[in-house]
């Protein structure tokens, strides 16, 4: 299987218990690099363990909807808020996000 992510920009979004998971199996296996793989946490404690243990880049996720756009934007992805949220907290926000 070809390792379609490796040298792409990625970002995490919500990183907690089940995407840290994720995240660390995805570093682990090396479909993904640390230097280029970004993540989203709600805690500040979480951020800082996050990113020791990992090695990523880990911001906070308490963001407007502008805020969220304006970072996706800014990563280069052109982004629009989903009409539904993905997941059972329907109180969060999704994004669809393309490269630019």
Not at 58 to 67: F, K
Not at 79 to 83: D, G, H, N, V
């Given at each position: 299987?070809?390792?379609d992510l490796?040298?792409?920009k990625v970002a995490f979004l919500g990183?907690?218990?089940m995407g840290g998971i994720i995240l660390q199996a995805l570093l682990?296996?090396?479909m993904l690099s640390p230097k280029s793989t970004y993540a989203t946490v709600?805690?500040?404690e979480r951020a800082k363990a996050l990113a020791t243990k990992l090695k990523v880049k880990?911001?906070?996720?308490?963001?407007?909807?502008?805020?969220m756009l304006a970072k996706l934007s800014a990563a280069g992805y052109r982004?629009?808020?989903?009409?539904r949220n993905i997941g059972h907290n329907q109180r969060r926000m999704?994004?669809?996000a393309r490269p630019a």
């Open positions: 299987m070809g390792n490796a040298g792409k990183a907690g218990k682990k296996s090396g709600a805690h500040e880990v911001g906070l996720s308490h963001y407007t909807e502008a805020d982004a629009e808020r989903a009409k999704t994004f669809l």
